[in-house]
T-cell receptor, first 111, second 114 residues
Framework: SQQGEEDPQALSIQEGENATMNCSYK?????LQWYRQNSGRGLVHLIL?????REKHSGRLRVTLDTSKKSSSLLITASRAADTASYFC???????????FGAGTTVTVRA | DGGITQSPKYLFRKEGQNVTLSCEQN?????MYWYRQDPGQGLRLIYY???????QKGDIAEGYSVSREKKESFPLTVTSAQKNPTAFYLC?????????????FGQGTRLTVV
């Protein structure tokens, strides 16, 4: 079974709006990572947040992590048409290189 | 250029045949992974390897086999035992340095079994 589960499954927003998606996971983690996938391509790493961090920023991306609730959120501010993609969270158990992905959130940004 | 290369990009095979997907990286990464992605779905882990000559089963290893004879190579064989092999296959690698490292992905191989 997948370690991380994203919510919502799909999101459609207007250019300039913010997009928020959530990820829940099941077991203790070292870190949580977010990736982006354009249709039919490989994944690209966006941001990594460690288990002892609560919030992290990178450009227009903001990630939060709540280990007590086993959940994370990814916020994309001032969205652009080029942000249209699928976004996945990934987690791995402590002391292991295993890396498991959720089902993803498909984001469509309308011009 | 450093990177991770999957080949071929598209692969067609007849039902009942084994097929091997190639994954090569020149990033000097220790860990390598294989994932399967079905249309509109997330990534499911097939196998992963942390070092040469060692690998672990992921969540959906049945019907697949791998080898890790060289650090830079992690080929995946889809055997005839895999009931529904048509899918998009992604290979990834990660550097040594603990678990707090990002994964780098290839561009994928789309396998169609006819």
């Amino acid at each position: 079974s997948q370690q991380g589960e994203e919510d919502p499954q799909a999101l459609s927003i207007q250019e300039g709006e913010n997009a928020t998606m959530n990820c829940s996971y099941k077991t203790s983690i070292n870190n949580l990572q977010w990736y982006r996938q354009n249709s039919g391509r490989g994944l690209v790493h966006l941001i990594l947040i460690r288990s002892n961090e609560r919030e992290k920023h990178s450009g227009r991306l903001r990630v939060t992590l709540d280990t007590s609730k086993k959940s994370s959120s990814l916020l994309i501010t001032a969205s652009r048409a080029a942000d249209t993609a699928s976004y996945f969270c990934a987690t791995g158990p402590r002391n292991d290189y295993k890396l498991s992905f959720g089902a993803g959130t498909t984001v469509t940004v309308r011009a | 250029d450093g990177g991770i290369t999957q080949s071929p990009k598209y692969l067609f095979r007849k039902e009942g045949q084994n097929v091997t997907l190639s994954c090569e990286q020149n990033l000097n990464h220790d860990a390598m992974y294989w994932y399967r992605q079905d249309p509109g779905q997330g990534l499911r882990l097939i196998y992963y390897s942390q070092i040469v000559n060692d690998f672990q089963k992921g969540d959906i290893a049945e019907g697949y086999s791998v080898s890790r004879e060289k650090k830079e190579s992690f080929p995946l064989t889809v055997t005839s035992a895999q009931k529904n092999p048509t899918a998009f296959y992604l290979c990834a690698s990660r550097p040594w340095g603990g678990e707090n490292t990002e994964a780098f992905f290839g561009q994928g191989t789309r396998l169609t079994v006819v």
